[in-house]
């Protein structure tokens, strides 16, 4: 029984696990070798409910952060804390709120599936109560290689633990933020310390901008056609005509005299935008075309002076 028991402390170590929904938070603390249930230190064993330093509560048995709305009538329960940035999706409850708005990066979400919200970027959560509107939780989802963030500011009431950055532990100068402007993979594990458990973020930076090659361009104009070069494979490329979208040519010439914006997305979330003008010009076929209607007035003047010389003659 004793060897039983020294060998399930032993394959008990740190490891992720995840939580309520699917939605992994990252967390590396001890967990039970048969349910996947975190093991919090004994102190906490006790309470089944743990106030946090935002005004949030930590439900131990659902591993879930429960915020109340202004006047204590109705709760939101959500998988992440206030100001928490993941890879993963959020789960959020909004059984016991009223009237709730979802916004991500300052637009009304309709229609949000807030079971499995998945889509990057910031978001906020606005819930009204007793006549009163207020920002209950905010929390950022970002991909797995971004370069959407330069800091962590880790939520009130955790404190940083390590910071690893492709593979070299850094020096901890402040434990509530991450510096995170330099580009390589970040593991970085962060405590809650009132209820004694572990998360981690596991993200690559990449802060460095697409390459956008434009051929033909002098001083931002051209006089003829210009042809974007070495289009990157993953790279999304916007593209607007005098203020109207138009489509990425097939192959990357672009010919219509006009106001261009072209705009290159990385897949970490990186732009570069170049603006420039193709000025009026005659290409082969327009060259051809003017030859044409040149020969067309020229025979029309001709036949004029013919005519009149005829009528003359009579």
Known sequence: MLAAKLLSLLIALPMSVSTVGGVDMGYEGEVDIYSGDPVEGEEYQEQQTISLADGGIYDRESHMFVYTVSGGTSTVTSSVADGMITTSAVSIDLSGAGDARLYLNGEE????????????????????????????????????????????????????????????????????????????????????????????????????????????????????????????????????????????PSDGELTQPGDYVVTVTDTAGNTVTESFEIGFYLNSQGLWFGILFLLVIVTAIGYMIWSRKKLRVR
């Open 109 to 248: 979400v309709d229609d949000a599936l807030y079971s499995n919200i998945t889509d990057i970027g910031m978001y906020s959560l606005v819930v009204s109560g007793n006549d009163v509107s207020n920002q209950l939780l905010s929390f950022s989802i970002v991909p797995e290689v971004t370069g959407m963030i330069d800091s962590y500011k880790l939520p009130l009431g955790f404190d940083l633990q390590e910071v690893a950055v492709d593979g070299e532990i850094k020096t901890i100068d402040d434990v509530s933020k991450v510096d995170m402007t330099e580009d390589g993979e970040y593991l970085i594990t962060y405590r809650c310390n009132l209820t004694g458990i572990d998360y981690g973020l596991d993200v690559v930076i990449d802060h460095t901008p697409p390459t956008l090659t434009l051929e033909g361009l002098k001083d931002g104009r051209a006089g003829g056609p210009v042809t974007i070069k070495d289009p990157g494979e993953d790279d999304k490329y916007s593209i607007t005509l005098n203020g109207e979208k138009l489509k990425y």
